[in-house]
């Protein structure tokens, strides 16, 4: 993996992410396929709104459908006919959300199944082996995310935890080798909560073990909005500056424009797709829920400076009747919708920066953050 770091414009970035399944240029926002698909999307819709990353997540691949079925597809590419890159999570989070179904030790984390309730260890050498047959081109590394909030001395702990395994994956990493002719990149994730020292330790200790990219984790689970961008700055001030910044399961709109004025590059939220099967559209004027009932006769696009399919070909009355009909196409438009406006906020960001307007950009835009009306279905 090669990253160039094209143009700054103040604390924002413009790069170009360079693997051997195609370039993507960063500010990127990544669609979450976590079981090997971004729900209710195809990989060609994907492709003509502008996406050049995927997300997928180890521990569910691993549990469903398995790694000798991924194995003997030639890899996830492969398997659900995506050309361009994936990044895979490691299955950290999991970690974190299915507290009630695991158990952290020095070794790993012992897990039991949410399908079957059947139990497996996940340490830090088995989750590189497993994204090793999944094929991502970008990998991650085994860590803790601790709760919000946590004890200074808890946060210490897990951070020293995560930094052992960190080792650990690197390890396996560069004694391993890829199964299917492609190179693979790992990346570190920095943790250390709301706690500035031991994110400045984090980000130390990554950093003399050394990855091909850093991931801000640990943010987003609760702390409050300020203490994020807080955090975020912190760590994107003593992150190398010569290799891509990802703030991990970040998030709206005004996350993302705080995030990349902050030096960010890379982001993933299930937050657009979600959303959208919930009824809620992002628009350049704000948020709209399509079974609100003044749509019901509008016949307006839901955006109207929107290119995407779904504003070209269809009005506000059709999709609040889809939705109030529960209709399966409802989910398919509003997602594409969607990720065409997170891939079009992305592209107004890159352009900005190169251009050297970001500042003037950003604030023009954030008309997109606010609640254009009230959430009602009668």
């Known amino acids: 993996m090669k990253f160039e770091l094209v143009r700054t414009d103040g604390g924002a970035r413009h790069g170009v992410v360079t693997t051997d399944h195609g370039a993507f240029e960063t500010p990127a926002f ?9 729900k209710a ?3 060609k819709d994907l492709s003509e709104i502008g996406t050049e990353i995927i997300l997928s997540n180890t521990y569910h691949l691993y549990l469903r459908p398995g790694v000798e079925v991924l194995r003997s597809a030639g890899g996830l590419h492969e398997f659900m006919g995506w050309t361009k890159p994936i990044l895979t999570d490691s299955g950290g989070y999991q970690v974190f959300s299915l507290a009630d179904l695991r158990k952290i030790e020095k070794d790993g984390v012992t897990f039991r199944s ?3 309730g059947s139990s497996h260890l996940f340490t830090p050498e088995s989750v590189v082996g497993i994204q090793r047959v999944i094929g991502s081109d970008i990998m991650m590394l085994l860590d803790e995310c601790p709760p919000y909030p946590s004890t200074e001395a808890y946060v ?9 395994w960190a080792r650990r994956c690197k ?8 199964e299917y002719g492609h190179s693979q990149a790992l990346f570190g994730i920095v943790q250390g909560s709301v706690y500035p020292e031991i994110r400045k330790a984090s980000v130390m200790a990554l950093g003399e073990i050394s990855f091909d990219g850093y991931a801000i984790g640990g943010l987003a689970v609760g702390e409050p909005f300020s203490e994020m961008c807080d955090i975020v700055a912190l760590c994107t001030e003593i992150l190398p500056a010569d290799r891509p910044r990802y703030l991990m399961g970040v998030g709206t709109p005004a996350d993302l424009m705080e995030a990349i004025s902050r030096g960010v590059d890379m982001f993933d939220c299930v937050l657009p797709t979600r959303n959208g099967r919930n009824a809620m559209l992002f628009t350049r004027s704000g948020t709209m829920t399509m079974t609100n009932a003044k749509y019901k006769a509008d016949l307006a696009p839901a955006d109207e400076s929107c290119g995407c399919y779904s504003c070209r070909n269809f009005s506000r009355a059709y999709l609040r009747h889809l939705f109030m009909s529960r209709e399966v196409l409802a989910l398919h438009l509003a997602t594409c919708h969607n990720l065409y406006f997170y891939q079009w906020l992305m592209r107004g960001a890159r352009n900005a920066i190169r251009d050297g307007t970001f500042a003037v950009w950003k604030e023009q835009h954030m008309a997109a953050l606010r609640p254009r009306d009230s959430v009602t279905s009668t």
């Not at 702990?157 to 995560?162: G, H, I, M, R």
């Open 156 to 164: 210490r702990e897990s951070n020293d935890l995560t930094v052992a």
């Open 41 to 43: 999307m195809t990989p």
């Open 171 to 178: 390890s396996a990493f560069e004694m391993s080798a890829q």
């Open 30 to 38: 990544m669609p979450v396929g976590t079981q090997g698909t971004v």
């Open 114 to 116: 949410h399908l079957d």
